[in-house]
């Protein structure tokens, strides 16, 4: 029942645990752990189902203790799912130091009890770990340790990869781990050995054992291959011992960046361009990476030499451009940082800081950033698109805009139907998405009357101060994508609750509703995931929750009410500037505001319509993975979005593949933090403002106006959170799917977005106020916990 460390092998794994498992590897490699044994694992099995240690094992355990050198042992924890890649369960189980032979039995069963502790309980449901897991017990010999600490090999708080951060004391190291004691730190060059800078209490270490340290360390690194997570001790003469190592699981990866000698810089185009914090599938990462070279080229006039997809990146399953090329200009990339700070405002505070740090060395890499001529042509067309369009009167654009989206589709509808390969399948799916963001640029020509608030505020500062805001406007816009959804989810829940009937997808008031916007799905940007035509369970959701208490009522007549509040205001402020003997002026202002209220209801046409394209295109793909599935080479034909573009058609094992991709998507569904920026030196900027978790007041950046004090009811999914009445909405990002809760919602806070992100256009929608740019909010901000939020001010304060 037990396994001393020279004996186990690499099918061990599940007898001997993590901890077990590596010491040993690091023991057999000659590298110096202290000595030691493990009781394995189906000893726990049999104490589990008995609740008392067995006497034979025992006797084999004191057995292998006479024959320990120290005296005194260390008896560890060392479970099955622990010190694994994303899980390294630090902490959640028990360890004893010192201890003598007749406390052993104790401690071993104290060791095994830990398992079901209730830190580790929480550990295991967090990471979705509920069976297949056991617990063995490391019993290894005590180091007298005079010095003992914990080293990172990368560092775990900036994510640098050549730095080491090294915590030590004297004594045990067990104080470090748990937090009893403020230990010396110090940063080390992990190419030169120079330290970088150190904060020394006792001064626990002395250069040689610093250097000697540093140098077991990066050999250890290389060895397992990943960036880790050490503890040490040095013994009275200076002797060194490793007692732990396992794999540094909170680092960003970086596996798909580029790995040469460039100093570059990666942008989460997901998160910042998208506002899409989930990760892609493989497949969907396939076809949008194309949209980005596609638009590059097109903007450009670039025919020589077009850009490919290659600089950008599936990164944790997300997408990261490669920024590198734009960074080696501080004018371009600040102005880039601006134009994008719409979408996401706390991208400017993150590039300028970037900037700031490293601007001088992407600029020595010999990279020099040219304005393409062929952006001047481009925008030339452009300028040609406006003039047609301003031609068309305003109330005739919105029937111009649908047509043009609908003959468009239907020219892509035909090439659908004439498909007749799975290789034209495939190429076609990234083709109409191309086609569709090519729609989009025309297609937003059309909205350009949103610039007009810069105009109205104007006026109204000057004439009428202080007196009307102009944010009313924006409330129960004419036609407007996705407020017509919230309409017509409410009046259906208002004819079932007429009628005593449940929602159902053979009624035909839903039928319509999927008719006209069953192409949007709750991540619809990744032509991976179900569309809600596929699954309609959200909707149906939201109708039933729309009809507790008769909802619907308050949520109509609030949105009427807002209809009429915007029309009246700006009936009142043409009459206002008439009074003034201001007449002209006042027409002009009633065909800014109204033309401004049609720009903002029409934006939302172009994003529908790239994805009402995008789903088109993932009907070819599910034809291939139709084809797939009878020959034999897929289970079921959705596996084929588990797969990247290349692999489809060739002749690898298509099921391992999948296998093998879906784990990785899973794993990064769960990722909560993603950053801005990283760099590649792993650098990782997640924002540009430092949050305190203790303080009672967390700023942010201000995104719709107003005041609300409320609950909080933090939200990672819509389909699997109800958000009540007048919550306050706490979450990373939002795309349409989410629009329907900001009819109950009393505010926003985002970790992700800006004023034109769809959080942001949102929340002005709805007159509800809304901050951005806190960092960690899901987690810093707890389900019921009493706040108050500041859409003017940017501030949450914590009552």
């Known amino acids: 029942m037990i396994k001393w460390f020279k004996d186990i092998k690499e099918e061990d794994f599940e007898l001997v645990g993590g901890k077990g498992y590596n010491l040993a590897k690091m023991y057999n490699q000659g590298m110096k752990v202290p000595n030691g044994f493990v009781i394995i694992s189906t000893a726990y099995d049999a104490f589990a189902s008995r609740d008392s240690v067995d006497e034979s094992l025992m006797a084999e355990v004191y057995e292998a203790y006479e024959k320990m050198d120290s005296g005194l042992v260390a008896v560890r924890s060392s479970s099955t799912v622990e010190d694994l890649p994303g899980m390294s369960f630090a902490g959640q189980y028990s360890s004893y130091l010192e201890v003598t032979r007749d406390e052993l039995q104790d401690k071993i069963r104290k060791c095994w009890d830990s398992l079901n502790n209730e830190r580790a309980i929480d550990y295991r449901k967090k990471n979705k770990v509920l069976e297949g897991y056991s617990h063995a017990v490391v019993v290894q010999e005590m180091i007298p340790s005079h010095v003992s600490g914990v080293v990172f090999t990368s560092n775990p708080v900036s994510g640098v990869r050549d730095e080491l951060v090294i915590n030590s004391a004297f004594g045990f190291g067990e104080a470090i781990v748990s937090g009893d004691l ?444 139709n084809n797939l599935v009878n020959r034999g080479k897929l289970d079921k034909a959705s596996d084929i979005f588990y797969l990247y573009a290349e692999e489809i058609l060739s002749e690898n094992d298509l099921r391992k593949l999948v296998i093998d991709h879906k784990a990785i998507y899973n794993k990064e569904m769960k990722r909560t933090s993603i950053p801005r920026m990283v760099l590649s030196n792993g650098a990782t900027y997640y924002t540009s403002t430092v949050i305190d978790p203790n303080a009672d007041v967390i700023r942010g950046l201000a995104l719709s106006p107003g005041s609300y004090e409320g609950t909080i009811r933090v939200v990672f999914d819509p389909k699997t959170t109800e958000l009540k009445e007048g919550e306050i909405l706490v979450t990373e990002s939002t795309n349409p799917a989410w629009t329907p809760l900001f009819a109950t919602a009393g505010a926003l806070i985002m970790e992700y977005g800006g004023p034109m992100s769809h959080g942001g256009i949102v929340a002005r929608e709805y007159g509800i106020p809304a901050v951005v740019g806190i960092s960690s909010a899901t987690s810093l901000l707890k389900d019921g916990q009493r706040v108050r939020v500041n859409g003017e001010s940017g501030i949450v304060e914590i009552l």
């Open 182 to 625: 403020t230990p010396d730190q110090y940063i080390v060059d992990k190419n030169t050995g120079a330290i970088i800078e150190s904060t020394l209490k006792e001064k626990s270490l002395s250069a040689a054992l610093l250097k000697n340290l540093v140098e077991v360390c990066k050999k250890t690194e290389d060895y397992f291959g990943k960036p880790q997570d050490i503890e040490f001790a040095f013994d009275a003469s200076g002797g060194l011992f490793l007692l732990q190592s396992r794999d540094i699981t909170t680092l960003f990866p970086m596996d798909a960046f580029e790995k040469d000698d460039k100093f570059r810089a990666y942008m989460g185009a997901g998160t910042v361009m998208l506002g899409m914090k989930e990760p892609f599938t493989p497949l969907g990462f396939s076809i949008m990476s194309y949209i980005y070279p596609t638009v590059i080229n097109i903007m450009t006039a670039r025919k020589k030499n077009p850009l490919t997809n290659s600089f950008v990146k599936h990164n944790a399953y997300r997408m990261y451009v490669d920024m590198t090329y734009l960074m080696s200009s501080k004018f371009v990339a600040k102005q880039f940082a601006n134009s994008f700070s719409g979408n996401d405002l706390p991208l400017k505070g993150v590039m300028n800081a970037v900037i700031d740090q490293y601007g001088k060395r992407f600029k020595g890499q010999g990279y020099r950033f040219k304005l393409p001529l062929g952006i001047i042509k481009y925008s030339l067309f452009l300028m040609g698109k406006l003039r047609e369009i301003k031609k068309i009167p305003n109330g005739q654009r919105y029937n111009a805009i649908r047509t043009l989206g609908d003959e468009a589709f239907a020219i892509q509808k035909k090439n659908y139907d004439h498909l007749t390969t799975d290789e034209g399948r495939v190429t076609f799916a990234r083709e109409v998405l191309v086609e569709a963001f090519k729609l989009s640029q025309t297609m937003a020509m059309y909205c350009l009357d949103v610039n007009n608030s810069i105009k109205i505020e104007k006026v109204l500062k000057k004439h009428l101060p202080n007196k009307y805001q102009v944010e009313k406007l924006v409330q129960s816009l004419p036609g407007c994508f996705t407020q017509t959804l919230m309409v017509d989810l409410n009046k259906y829940a208002k004819v079932l609750n007429e009628k005593g009937r449940k929602p159902s997808v053979n009624d035909v008031e839903f039928k319509k509703i999927l008719e006209t916007y069953g192409h949007r799905g709750n991540i619809e940007l990744d032509l991976g995931t179900k569309r809600w035509r596929e699954d309609p369970s959200y909707l149906l959701g939201l109708v039933d929750s729309y009809m507790v208490d008769q909802m619907y009522v308050r949520n109509l007549e609030d949105y009427e009410a807002k209809r009429i509040e915007a029309e009246n205001m700006i009936d009142n402020i043409c009459h206002d500037l008439v009074a003034m003997g201001k007449k002209n002026l006042a027409n002009k202002m009633r065909t800014l505001m109204v033309n401004y209220r049609y720009g903002l209801a029409m934006r939302e046409y172009p994003k529908s319509d790239i994805v009402r394209f995008m789903e088109l295109g993932r009907k070819a793909l599910f034809d291939v993975g």
